[in-house]
């Protein structure tokens, strides 16, 4: 059973940076691709940023200029870089994982902008 586990939500003031980490049990080449969601309250979870084996990235509008995603396959750990933070951006951010037919997903971590 593949396992995902995220760190770095927290608190962040408007303008502000963090770095997400999500932590997997797998070689994440051996997924398809990888990539983050995030769902606000009374929201419909969102794709943030997504990343292919191959390295294509797909990105929501609202994110494109400010958040980045990457990965280091040496610790099997794919990150999301966010600067530039909005109050909008608050949300429970969740890391995803798929092959044909399967898709992972982690327990999600908190991200709250606020003054």
């Known amino acids: 059973q593949v396992q995902l586990v995220e760190s770095g939500g927290g608190l962040v003031q408007p303008g502000g940076s963090l770095r997400l980490s999500c932590a997997a049990s797998?070689?994440?080449?051996?997924?398809?691709?990888v990539g983050w969601y995030r769902q606000a309250p009374g929201k419909q979870r969102e794709l943030v940023k997504t990343?292919?084996?191959?390295?294509?990235?797909n990105s929501a509008d609202s994110v494109k200029d400010r958040f980045t995603i990457s990965r280091d396959a040496t610790k099997n750990t794919v990150f999301l870089r966010m600067n530039s933070l909005k109050p909008d951006d608050t949300a429970v951010y969740y890391c995803?994982?798929?092959?044909?037919?399967?898709?992972?997903w982690g327990q999600g971590t908190q991200v709250t902008v606020s003054p």
């Open positions: 990343l292919t084996r191959n390295g294509v990235t």
């Open positions: 995803n994982a798929w092959r044909v037919g399967y898709d992972y």
């Open positions: 797998a070689n994440i080449f051996s997924f398809d691709g």
